[in-house]
């Protein structure tokens, strides 16, 4: 009897994990094969056309440029508020604040980000539906993302390090910029990269506040739609699986460099904290 | 820096450190402020969000009852009820749990307990990283395969339908389902394992009688998180729900959750009908703070 219960729910583990790979390579897989033959160097390179067989290269800029501006606003904010919290503040309730603040954002769904960036970059700041605003918003929706990777990563630096530079009678500011960010360098640096997975991916809050705009963006005031928005309204308004599908093979390229990236920089870094 | 040997020195080296101070204490406040912004946009979402969405019910007199359990939504008939909408959210999310967390589970606990080091040194990156895939390929993928799949083998009209949000999500959350739940599982001592073998228990009750109660708090933060993508999302639901705004009685009804009716119409609606969509906002907002706070609960009580 025992045996019995045993085999049966190591029958549903193994079950399980061959759902969950064969699911996922099934979606990888149909994304392939179905937009593989579309991929070409026109098709990433080319300019849009309304009329089909045009290229993604102005969702390809829009979808850059929202990833910039979103990390130019973002990283410094989000290092800054880190080393406060990390390096200069005492434990209290102002610091709870900041964390409940923090950890409240992470848990906000996308659409509703949205919805605060229509009403507010885009319509109260006059902003319009534009790269800008899209940026603003995306800049809200990283700042956590950043804030937590950061923290976790001058977490890290050993107590030792800024005794050391404390006793040589530097200031903590130099101490700071000079002994603590570059030692905790490769964390926050892998905490950006992931943020930049995290933009290129989104979707619900971009569409609410770029718009959905499919020519090359004159400026970042103009309105644009990115890869994810593409991919989206390809899908809904003409049905067209395989473009859908050959703009997700280029965002799966986008997010596997992003994460090799990152790894590549956390192992390094690892193997320089253990020596 | 040398010892003072006169007062002009003396007065260089005092305005320098003067200059060093005002430094720290400008920067200082500098990171304090940047920390705050945190909060302010925080407060600024929470306000914006809840300024719009409650005016319609606090200023133009509309019935906050009748927006919750109203049927019919017809903004050109100044017809605002979420009904059908809240059901369609709350069964989705359900049903995304029900398949979503045993396989998503099970995976996890294979992958750290069963599989062989290099099956699993295989396998778990490559679900990590399915797990930063945008949503709406996983959206793509539904329309394109789970719906016809339903169409043909149900025999329905429209494949489009609940089952196939549920599906989806399911889907969708997996990833994230697995990868955390796997470092919670990995993280319990060696000890325990070696403690139940040693009791005589085989290796399947040991998982599920010591390592799984033992990696609780992390399998829980595995489905809050999965549970938090799941709810979120908008634009792979409104490829797959058929977006008809009827309360669903069926699993085989095409619906139309929460968020997608605020992405569908927030384009073109103006006046009390966009005051309405941050209301719908509202709702699902606080059906995640419901939802957080009641898995939340479950967990304390089984850790007693």
Redesign the interface.
């Known amino acids: 009897m ?1 045996y019995l ?2 085999n049966l ?2 029958g ?6 061959f ?3 064969a ?2 390579v ?3 897989g ?2 392939f094969y ?1 937009g593989f033959n579309l991929i070409s160097f026109d098709f990433i390179f080319g300019d849009y056309s309304p009329t089909g067989g045009g290229g993604i290269w102005p969702m390809i800029v829009t979808t850059i440029y929202t990833v910039l501006i979103s990390l130019v606003i973002a990283t ?3 290092i ?2 880190a ?3 990390q390096e ?2 005492k434990q209290g309730r102002l610091v709870r ?2 964390r409940f ?2 950890e ?2 992470t ?10 960036g ?3 970059f885009v319509t ?1 700041l006059k902003l319009g539906m534009s790269i800008l605003a899209a940026s603003l918003t995306l800049t ?1 929706i990283v ?2 993302v950043i ?1 937590r990777t950061t923290e976790e990563a001058l977490k890290t630096v050993p107590r030792s390090y800024r005794e050391g530079s404390l006793a040589l009678g530097t ?3 130099q101490t700071l910029y000079k002994v603590i960010l570059p030692s905790s360098m490769p964390g926050i640096l892998s905490g950006i990269i992931l943020s930049v ?1 995290r933009i ?5 809050a971009i ?2 506040t770029a718009g959905t705009v499919a020519a090359m963006p004159e400026s970042i005031l103009s309105s644009a739609r990115t890869l ?2 593409h ?2 309204l390809v ?2 308004e003409s049905g067209d ?1 395989e473009l ?2 050959a703009v ?1 093979i280029v ?2 390229v986008i ?2 460099a ?2 090799l990236i990152a790894t590549f920089i956390s192992k390094k870094f690892n193997k320089a904290t253990n020596k | 820096m040398s010892i003072p040997t006169t007062n002009k020195q003396a007065v260089d080296i005092g305005k320098a450190n003067k200059r060093k101070y005002m430094l720290e204490k400008v920067s200082s406040r500098i990171f304090l402020i940047c920390a705050l912004l945190s909060v302010i946009t925080l407060l600024l979402i929470i306000g914006f969000v809840f300024y719009k969405g409650a005016h319609p019910f606090v200023v133009e007199g509309y019935s906050f009852i009748d927006f919750i359990l109203g049927d019919d939504w017809v903004p050109s008939e100044d017809k605002f009820g979420i009904f059908p909408m809240i059901v369609a959210s709350i069964f989705a999310t359900i049903g995304a749990l029900i398949i979503g967390v045993p396989i998503g589970l099970f995976t996890a606990i294979f992958l750290a307990e069963i599989a062989s080091k290099r099956i699993a040194k295989i396998i778990s990156p490559a679900i990590q990283l399915l797990a930063g895939i945008p949503s709406v390929l996983y959206g793509v993928f539904g329309l394109a395969i789970i719906v016809p799949f339903l169409q043909n083998s149900l025999g329905l009209v429209k494949g489009q339908s609940l089952l196939a949000v549920i599906l989806v999500l399911a889907i969708m959350m997996l990833p994230t389902i697995v990868t955390v739940a796997e470092t919670a599982i990995r993280a319990v001592p060696q000890t325990y394992r070696e403690g139940s073998y040693a009791l005589g228990v085989s290796q399947i009750g040991t998982i599920f009688k010591v390592i799984v109660p033992a990696a609780k708090s992390g399998i829980m933060t595995a489905i809050v998180l999965g549970l938090g993508r799941a709810i979120g999302e908008t634009m792979a639901v409104i490829l797959v729900a058929g977006n008809s705004l009827i309360v669903p009685t069926s699993l085989t009804d095409s619906v139309r959750p929460l968020t997608t009716n605020i992405a569908l119409e927030m384009g073109y609606a103006f006046g009390t009908h966009q005051e309405m969509l941050f209301a719908t906002g509202i709702v699902l907002f606080s059906f995640i703070l419901i939802l957080n706070f009641v898995l939340a609960k479950i967990s304390s009580k089984g850790g007693n």
């Not at chain 1, 848990?107 to 605060?116: E, K, Q, T, V």
């Open positions: 025992r219960k045993d729910l190591r549903l583990l193994w079950l399980s994990a759902l969950s790979v699911v996922l099934m979606i990888v149909f994304i179905k410094p904010i989000g800054l508020a080393v406060y919290l200069y503040a604040l900041i603040a923090t409240s954002l848990g906000i769904p996308s659409i509703i980000y949205g919805l605060f229509a009403v507010f109260t809200i700042l956590p804030i200031t903590k500011l997975g290129v991916g989104e979707s619900a569409f609410l994810t928005v991919s989206y899908t809904q699986i859908a599908a997700g965002l799966i997010i596997l992003i994460n």
